[in-house]
C-alpha cells in the first residue's frame, strides 16, 4: 500500500483498499490521482477496468463533507456503469460517511426523487438527470466536482445536447474531470468549453497484447451459428462473452445455445433494468458462462475473468471491436478472440485490419455438426441466400444483399464436411491479414 500512499490517498481509503485486495496502483491512477487530488481539471484518456474509478473519486471522497445537497455529479453513458460506478465509489469513501446513489432511466422515479435530497455523490445517465433537472427534483448549484466517465461513449450514443444542458446548470467553480476510451473532435469541443487548464493524462491500453489471441473464420452465412456452437463446446473458457450487432439477434441466439444445452443468457438495452442487473449478477457468480450481448456490455462494465470473445456479428465501427476485445486479456491474464466471418461481415473486417495492431490469424474450418437456429418468426428472414426480396432488418442489421442465415429447422444434426472429409464451405477470399476480394466476390456467397 506504500505505493498508493505516495499518491496522497488518506488512511481511510487506504484501510479500504487493502481490504478489497488492492496492492500497487495502475498507471492512470498514477498519473491522474496527484493532479485530482491537487485540484486540477483533468483529460483523461484510459481503456475500461484500468481503474479509473478510483482516480477520478479520490478527490472527491477526501475532500467532501456531507451537507444535505449534492456536491458531485458523475455521469455516465449507461445504466449498468452507473450502479457499477457507485458501488465501487461507496466501497471507497466506506469510512467516510458519504452518501451515494445512482439514478438511470427504467425504475421508479419516485424513488429516486426520495433519496435525492439525501445524497452527496450523484452517479447517473445523461437522459434521467436532465429529467430530474426539468422537473425541478435535482439542484446542481452546490455542485463541485463534475465526471464525465466514458465521454465518447455518451457522444456516440447521442447525448451530446443532453450533457451539454447538465454541464450548464453547474456553477462555473468547480472541478471538472473528462475520461475516455478515445480522443475525438467532439471531446476536444467539451474539453476546451468545460474546463480550465485542464491537465491531460493518459494510459496504455488495459489489454495485454501479448498475451491475446485473435482468430477468424471464414464460414458460409448459413453455418454461423453451427461453427459457434462447435467453439463454445470445444474450447476450454471460464467466461465468454458473444457479441451480435442487435438486440433480437441476441435473443435469437442465447435462446438457441440453451436449446442445445449451452449456458447462455442475453443481455442488451431491451430488457428491464432488474432483469439487466440480474444477468450481470449471474454472469459474476458464474451461474452461467456464456454472455450473449450488444454494444451495450462492451463499454465500462467491469467484468473480470472473460476468457474468450466471439464477435458472432463484426462491429461496423472499428473502435467498437477495440472495446469488444478489451473485455478479455486482462491484467496479465491470457485471452482470445474468436471472429466468424460471412460475406456480410468483409467490409466491417477489412476495416478492423486497418486500425488492429496485432495479426488476425485466419484459421481453417473444422468439422461440425449442422444444428439449428430457433427463430421465433421465420418469414422474417430469407429463405436462401440467393433470395433478394425479403431479408431481416433486425438479424444482422444490415442492408447489404446476400449472404443471409439460412439457419432454419430444416437445418439439424447436418455434418458440414463433405465425403473426402473437407469442408463444404466455399473457398475464402482472406489471406492471413489481408482481404485480396472485393465486393463483387462477396456475392458467390
Same mark, same amino acid.
Given at each position: 500500500?506504500?505505493?498508493?500512499?505516495?499518491l496522497g490517498i488518506s488512511e481511510d481509503v487506504l484501510s479500504v483498499l487493502k481490504l478489497h485486495g488492492f496492492t500497487e496502483p495502475t498507471e492512470i491512477q498514477i498519473k491522474a490521482i496527484p493532479l485530482a487530488l491537487a485540484g486540477r481539471d483533468i483529460i483523461g484518456s484510459s481503456a475500461t477496468g484500468s481503474g479509473k474509478t478510483l482516480a477520478f473519486a479520490s478527490p472527491i471522497?477526501?475532500?467532501?463533507?456531507?451537507?444535505?445537497?449534492?456536491?458531485?455529479?458523475?455521469?455516465?453513458?449507461?445504466?449498468?456503469?452507473?450502479?457499477?460506478?457507485?458501488?465501487?465509489?461507496?466501497?471507497?469513501?466506506?469510512?467516510?460517511?458519504?452518501?451515494?446513489?445512482?439514478?438511470?432511466?427504467?425504475?421508479?422515479?419516485?424513488?429516486?426523487?426520495?433519496?435525492?435530497?439525501?445524497?452527496?455523490?450523484?452517479?447517473?445517465?445523461?437522459?434521467?438527470?436532465?429529467?430530474?433537472?426539468?422537473?425541478?427534483?435535482?439542484?446542481?448549484?452546490?455542485?463541485?466536482?463534475?465526471?464525465?466517465?466514458?465521454?465518447?461513449?455518451?457522444?456516440?450514443?447521442?447525448f451530446h445536447r443532453d450533457v451539454e444542458f447538465i454541464v450548464g446548470k453547474c456553477p462555473i467553480k468547480r472541478q471538472t474531470m473528462l475520461f475516455s476510451a478515445t480522443i475525438s473532435a467532439d471531446l476536444d469541443y467539451l474539453a476546451k468549453k468545460y474546463t480550465q487548464n485542464p491537465e491531460e493524462v493518459s494510459a496504455k491500453s488495459f489489454i495485454e497484447d501479448t498475451q491475446l489471441?485473435?482468430?477468424?473464420?471464414?464460414?458460409?452465412?448459413?453455418?454461423?451459428?453451427?461453427?459457434?456452437?462447435?467453439?463454445?463446446?470445444?474450447?476450454?473458457?471460464?467466461?465468454?462473452?458473444?457479441?451480435?450487432?442487435?438486440?433480437?439477434?441476441?435473443?435469437?441466439?442465447?435462446?438457441?445455445?440453451?436449446?442445445?444445452?449451452?449456458?447462455?443468457?442475453?443481455?442488451?438495452?431491451?430488457?428491464?433494468?432488474?432483469?439487466?442487473?440480474?444477468?450481470?449478477?449471474?454472469?459474476?457468480?458464474?451461474?452461467?458462462?456464456?454472455?450473449?450481448?450488444?454494444?451495450?456490455?462492451?463499454?465500462?462494465?467491469?467484468?473480470?475473468?472473460?476468457?474468450?470473445?466471439?464477435?458472432?456479428?463484426?462491429?461496423?465501427?472499428?473502435?467498437?471491436?477495440?472495446?469488444?476485445?478489451?473485455?478479455?486479456?486482462?491484467? =496479465?491474464? %491470457? @485471452?482470445?478472440?474468436?471472429?466468424?466471418? $460471412? /460475406?456480410?461481415?468483409?467490409? &466491417? !473486417? #477489412?476495416?478492423?485490419?486497418?486500425?488492429?495492431?496485432?495479426?488476425?490469424?485466419?484459421?481453417?474450418?473444422?468439422?461440425?455438426?449442422?444444428?439449428?437456429?430457433?427463430?421465433?418468426?421465420?418469414?422474417?428472414?430469407?429463405?436462401?441466400?440467393?433470395?433478394?426480396?425479403?431479408?431481416?432488418?433486425?438479424?444482422?442489421?444490415?442492408?447489404?444483399?446476400?449472404?443471409?442465415?439460412?439457419?432454419?429447422?430444416?437445418?439439424?444434426?447436418?455434418?458440414?464436411? =463433405?465425403? %473426402? @472429409?473437407?469442408?463444404?464451405?466455399?473457398? $475464402? /477470399?482472406?489471406?492471413?491479414? &489481408? !482481404? #485480396?476480394?472485393?465486393?463483387?466476390?462477396?456475392?458467390?456467397?
Amino acid at each position: 500500500m506504500e505505493n498508493f500512499a505516495k499518491l496522497g490517498i488518506s488512511e481511510d481509503v487506504l484501510s479500504v483498499l487493502k481490504l478489497h485486495g488492492f496492492t500497487e496502483p495502475t498507471e492512470i491512477q498514477i498519473k491522474a490521482i496527484p493532479l485530482a487530488l491537487a485540484g486540477r481539471d483533468i483529460i483523461g484518456s484510459s481503456a475500461t477496468g484500468s481503474g479509473k474509478t478510483l482516480a477520478f473519486a479520490s478527490p472527491i471522497i477526501e475532500n467532501l463533507v456531507p451537507n444535505g445537497n449534492v456536491q458531485a455529479l458523475i455521469l455516465t453513458p449507461t445504466r449498468e456503469l452507473a450502479e457499477q460506478v457507485a458501488e465501487s465509489i461507496r466501497h471507497f469513501a466506506k469510512n467516510k460517511k458519504l452518501n451515494v446513489f445512482a439514478i438511470y432511466g427504467g425504475v421508479d422515479i419516485q424513488r429516486q426523487i426520495r433519496n435525492i435530497y439525501k445524497t452527496d455523490i450523484l452517479v447517473g445517465t445523461p437522459g434521467r438527470i436532465k429529467d430530474h433537472l426539468q422537473r425541478g427534483t435535482l439542484k446542481l448549484n452546490e455542485i463541485k466536482f463534475l465526471v464525465l466517465d466514458e465521454v465518447d461513449r455518451m457522444l456516440d450514443m447521442g447525448f451530446h445536447r443532453d450533457v451539454e444542458f447538465i454541464v450548464g446548470k453547474c456553477p462555473i467553480k468547480r472541478q471538472t474531470m473528462l475520461f475516455s476510451a478515445t480522443i475525438s473532435a467532439d471531446l476536444d469541443y467539451l474539453a476546451k468549453k468545460y474546463t480550465q487548464n485542464p491537465e491531460e493524462v493518459s494510459a496504455k491500453s488495459f489489454i495485454e497484447d501479448t498475451q491475446l489471441k485473435q482468430i477468424f473464420y471464414d464460414v458460409p452465412s448459413d453455418q454461423k451459428f453451427s461453427l459457434l456452437v462447435h467453439l463454445l463446446k470445444q474450447e476450454t473458457s471460464d467466461l465468454a462473452m458473444v457479441f451480435c450487432s442487435t438486440r433480437r439477434n441476441a435473443d435469437i441466439i442465447a435462446n438457441s445455445l440453451q436449446e442445445v444445452g449451452i449456458r447462455a443468457k442475453a443481455i442488451h438495452g431491451g430488457l428491464a433494468q432488474n432483469k439487466r442487473l440480474s444477468v450481470l449478477r449471474d454472469f459474476h457468480d458464474k451461474e452461467f458462462n456464456i454472455l450473449v450481448c450488444t454494444d451495450v456490455a462492451a463499454r465500462g462494465l467491469d467484468i473480470k475473468n472473460v476468457t474468450h470473445v466471439y464477435n458472432y456479428d463484426l462491429p461496423k465501427e472499428s473502435k467498437d471491436y477495440i472495446h469488444r476485445i478489451g473485455r478479455t486479456a486482462r491484467a =496479465g491474464e %491470457n @485471452g482470445k478472440v474468436v471472429n466468424i466471418l $460471412s /460475406s456480410r461481415d468483409y467490409e &466491417n !473486417f #477489412r476495416n478492423i485490419q486497418r486500425i488492429n495492431s496485432n495479426e488476425i490469424i485466419r484459421e481453417e474450418l473444422p468439422v461440425f455438426e449442422r444444428v439449428k437456429v430457433n427463430y421465433s418468426n421465420r418469414d422474417e428472414f430469407d429463405e436462401d441466400s440467393r433470395t433478394r426480396g425479403r431479408r431481416s432488418r433486425d438479424l444482422h442489421n444490415n442492408s447489404r444483399r446476400g449472404g443471409s442465415l439460412r439457419g432454419t429447422s430444416r437445418y439439424s444434426s447436418r455434418s458440414n464436411s =463433405g465425403r %473426402n @472429409g473437407r469442408s463444404s464451405g466455399r473457398s $475464402s /477470399s482472406f489471406g492471413s491479414r &489481408n !482481404f #485480396r476480394g472485393n465486393r463483387n466476390n462477396s456475392r458467390r456467397y
